[in-house]
């Protein structure tokens, strides 16, 4: 874990957080964790949830779990472990601490032992159907449809001969009768009674644990001081209030439960289905500094901005979220990422330019990229082929005087010159003579400033472009 936890991605390299121990104060440390699932490549709305937790840390300077919810056998894969590590790191987020639930079995089985010995876990047998059709005759009668507890009141030689006849229990939690209080950190105070929930089932009839219980064993464990995730987790936070208070005196967590991201299209989010993942976002070329810039303030009241790690840091405040759910707008992010792009140095793209490309190319195209993969399509104007391109006949003799004032050197300061030249030949201005001339040297139609592009172009290569068009634009096709 130690080279790992000292992995900062290039972009953030200029960034330097100060090591935990000098900004921790052991007697008020807040500890927040991130718990995924690895049944599927990280999305936005986890990677918030990821982002939002790390960045109350470092503001708090508390410390950052990553726990590994990695029970579920048949739908987690290595390779989403892989991915959930490679995310956050790309991202920028270092974790302080990991943990796995796959190694912690033995610990969950302690537990239960204790919650069986206080006639909290109880064993149950009914079947699927058996259990809806007690909540369909519920139903009917208009009454909440909450487990009855049969099962508690089963004597042992019941019990005992359930399983005589093949059945294997599963395990209840025995609810209290009190109400589950909590002060939200976003959604505000929530007061849930008890008695209008079923017991949970904490332990498969195969003996593997659910989320529900080992979550809170690792949150007692583990110290958690602040949970904050989805509001997809809200219906469980009554649940785990009480199983908390059943299985240790500590003092209990606060909770934030932020309202969940939704697509484009108002679609819900999923790991499982592959949606809007942060894998796809980095292949298609988003900086992850701009990807968390968006999402430290989506669904907040303040308006995103391409702030630096550090500066999203020290800003951070959860009172900034709002209850609504946001919706994810993939205009808004590559809006960040282009004016993330335009202030980045040369220095923390080198690395993913085209070869040989130096610091002059970055400032000649740096204001024209949405994305730094588009890069490479500028550095083939300046250093590669283009299309020729075949120009309207009234555009021709512009590129005619300008294959003939062509100046001997190209310098950034030559082109306002050479321009004038081709103005006095031809008497074009504004855009009947810089279009032709962009297109016949570049074969594109926009693009950056033409006097650094010409530079790096070099006066053969323009030279050749401007021959090669007035014989296409002359005979075409
Ligand atoms: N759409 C969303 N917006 C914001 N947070 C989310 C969203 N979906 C999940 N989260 C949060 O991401 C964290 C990780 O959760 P989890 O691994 O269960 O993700 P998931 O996408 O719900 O997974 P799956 O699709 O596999 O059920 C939790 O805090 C969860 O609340």
């Not at 300077?61 to 956050?88: A, K, M, S």
């Not at 283009?386 to 100046?407: G, Q, R």
């Amino acid at each position: 874990m130690g080279e790992e936890r000292n992995f900062i991605p290039p972009l953030l390299a200029c960034i330097a957080f100060p090591p935990l121990e000098k900004r921790a104060n052991p007697r008020l440390m807040v500890k927040v964790r991130f718990a995924p699932s690895p049944t599927g490549y990280l999305h936005v709305g986890n990677a918030r949830a990821a982002l939002v937790n790390f960045l109350f840390a470092r503001h708090e300077g508390g410390q950052f779990l990553l726990r590994l919810d990695d029970t579920d056998t048949e739908r987690g894969r290595p390779e989403y472990e892989q991915g959930i590590y490679d995310d956050l790191r790309w991202l920028g987020i270092e974790w302080d601490e990991e943990a796995k639930q796959s190694s912690r079995a033995a610990r969950y089985q302690e537990v239960a032992e204790q919650l069986k010995a206080s006639g909290r876990l109880y064993p149950c047998f009914e079947n699927e159907d058996e259990l809806a059709a007690k909540r369909a005759a519920l139903i009917r009668r208009k009454l909440p449809p909450v487990y009855d507890r049969a099962a508690l009141s089963m004597t042992a030689e019941q019990r005992a001969a359930a399983e005589a006849n093949g059945k294997t229990p599963y395990w209840r939690f025995k609810l209290s009768d009190d109400s589950a209080n909590w002060n939200d950190l976003v959604l505000g105070g929530r007061s849930i009674k008890l008695t209008t929930v079923s017991d949970p089932v904490l332990i498969r009839a195969d003996g593997t644990p659910l989320y529900t219980f080992t979550s809170v064993v690792d949150d007692a464990d583990m110290g958690i001081t602040h949970i904050i995730r989805g509001e997809d987790h809200v219906s469980n936070t009554a649940v785990q209030i009480d199983l908390f208070k059943a299985i240790t005196r500590k003092v209990l967590p606060r909770f934030a439960h932020l309202p969940l991201i939704s697509g484009g299209d108002g679609e819900k989010l999923s790991k499982r289905i592959g949606s809007i993942s942060l894998k796809s976002l980095r292949k298609d070329g988003i900086e992850p500094a701009a990807l968390c810039a968006y999402l430290a303030r989506l669904g907040t009241s303040k308006d995103a901005a391409p702030l630096p790690l550090a500066e999203l840091i020290a800003q951070f405040s959860l009172n900034d979220f709002s209850r609504s759910p946001p919706r994810f707008d993939a205009s808004q992010l590559l809006g960040l990422n282009r004016k993330l792009l335009h202030h980045l140095p040369y220095e923390a793209v080198q690395a993913r330019l085209p070869e040989g490309a130096a610091p002059a190319f970055w400032d000649a195209v740096r204001g024209n990229l949405d994305m730094l993969t588009e890069a490479r399509r500028w550095w083939e104007v300046v250093h590669g082929e283009i299309i020729t391109p075949e120009l309207p006949p009234e555009a021709l003799p512009v590129i005619k005087a300008a294959s003939e004032t062509i100046p001997a050197e190209m310098t950034p300061e030559n082109w306002k010159g050479w321009a004038a030249a081709i103005t006095a030949v031809t008497g074009a201005k504004g855009k009947a003579l810089y279009q032709p001339l962009r297109l016949a040297l570049t074969g594109e139609e926009h693009g950056p400033e033409m006097a650094p592009l010409l530079a790096l172009m070099g006066q053969e290569r323009a030279a050749k472009r401007l021959a090669a068009c007035v014989a296409a634009s002359a005979h075409p096709g």
